[in-house]
């Protein structure tokens, strides 16, 4: 379990500033969304945290450390997106199995992890199937699994349920609140969805076009603009 600390940070594409001046700390442990509407800086931010983006001003802590100048693969962040990105020709194990053969993890141990994970989330029975076999929330599930497999000290969530239909989504909330509770991870759940975020995180924060406005526990409602 890490903390997680922006300081001052500023990022620009061109002319355009896109994220300016965010303060934010997130507790170890802690379930915490980032609320805004389309365009509002949030993808951004949580790329910069993994590592793809690069900001201009300001300090970026994991732990007190400043982790700015370190390469995406050295962070240690499992990123999860709306579209799952899961290799559609790979069966369900080989797609959470990946990243541990990547890492030259001993059989033996990956085939541990990846049988833990999924019974996690429930896919044990479907190892063999091919994402396209799948429900879409079921596919959301081998996505998570593929994450948290690797044992990420921060989980970042990008739209994850934006993908879902209302039923499952609301169901998939559920879901996604008792596996971050079950490993304890530092989780940034970006959202566009207040009711999302309030019945899943423990504390939240507004970005409106990359200025952190309000940071709380995630039960008041805000006027978006
Ligand atoms: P959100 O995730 O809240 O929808 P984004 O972080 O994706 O917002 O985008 C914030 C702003 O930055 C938008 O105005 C978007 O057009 C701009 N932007 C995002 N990525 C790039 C890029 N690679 N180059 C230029 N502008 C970008
Ligand atoms: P390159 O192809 O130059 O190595 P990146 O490493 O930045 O580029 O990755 C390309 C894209 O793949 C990123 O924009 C990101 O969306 C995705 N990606 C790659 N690795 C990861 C990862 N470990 N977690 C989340 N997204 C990743």
């Not at 793809?52 to 390469?71: A, K, S, Y």
């Not at 970042?156 to 304890?184: A, I």
Request: no cysteine; charged share 25%; aromatic share 6%.
């Amino acid at each position: 379990k890490v903390s997680l600390e922006a300081r001052h940070i500023s990022l620009s594409y061109g002319s355009t500033e896109v994220l300016r001046d965010v303060n934010l700390r997130i507790e170890p442990g802690e379930f915490f969304a980032l609320l805004g509407p389309s365009g509002s800086g949030k993808s951004t931010l949580l790329r910069l945290i993994a590592g793809f983006n690069q900001h201009q001003r300001g300090e970026l802590l994991v732990d007190g450390q400043d982790i700015t100048g370190t390469p995406p693969h050295a962070r240690n962040v499992g990123m999860v997106f709306q579209n799952y990105a899961l290799w559609p020709h790979m069966t369900v194990w080989d797609n959470v199995a990946f990243g541990l053969v990547e890492r030259r993890e001993t059989k033996e141990a990956i085939r541990r992890k990846v049988g833990a994970v999924l019974e996690l989330v429930g896919l044990a029975d479907y190892a063999q199937r091919r994402p396209g076999q799948l429900s879409g929330g079921q596919q959301q599930r081998v996505a998570l699994a593929r994450t948290v497999v690797i044992e990420p000290k921060l989980l970042l969530l990008d739209e994850p349920l934006s993908n879902l239909d209302k039923q499952l989504r609301v169901q998939m909330r559920e879901e996604l609140k008792n596996l971050q509770r079950k490993l304890g991870l530092t989780t940034i759940f970006v959202t566009h969805d207040q009711e999302e975020a309030m019945t899943t995180a423990d504390r939240m924060a507004v970005l409106d076009k990359g200025i952190l406005q309000q940071v709380g526990a995630a039960t008041g409602l805000y006027d978006f603009p």
